[in-house]
């Protein structure tokens, strides 16, 4: 995937393509998509991404993200 010139990069996330801003961290994309960090799991390019390294963990051209939710209930 190819960096545009508006400093954008293309991102997958949960197989659904996506643009984001160059040096965006993966908390920044859990905000931009309107969830709590506290509810989710994060995996990028197939690794496991720890909850403390989200912010600053910069997202990458063409990475593969899958976000996983936490629900509650009985």
């Keep these: 995937m190819q960096q ?3 400093g954008t990069i293309e991102i997958v996330v949960n197989g659904g393509k996506r643009t ?3 040096g965006q961290s993966l908390l920044d994309l859990l905000y931009s998509l309107e969830l ?3 509810r989710v ?3 990028m390019n197939g690794r496991i991404v720890r909850q403390p390294d989200w912010e600053t963990t910069a997202l990458e ?3 593969s993200i ?3 939710h936490f629900v509650g209930g009985g």
Excluded: H, L, N
């Design 36 to 38: 709590d960090p506290s």
């Design 20 to 22: 984001a801003a160059k």
């Design 4 to 6: 545009d010139k508006t």
């Design 61 to 63: 051209d063409g990475a």
């Design 66 to 68: 899958e976000i996983v």
């Design 41 to 43: 799991a994060v995996e």
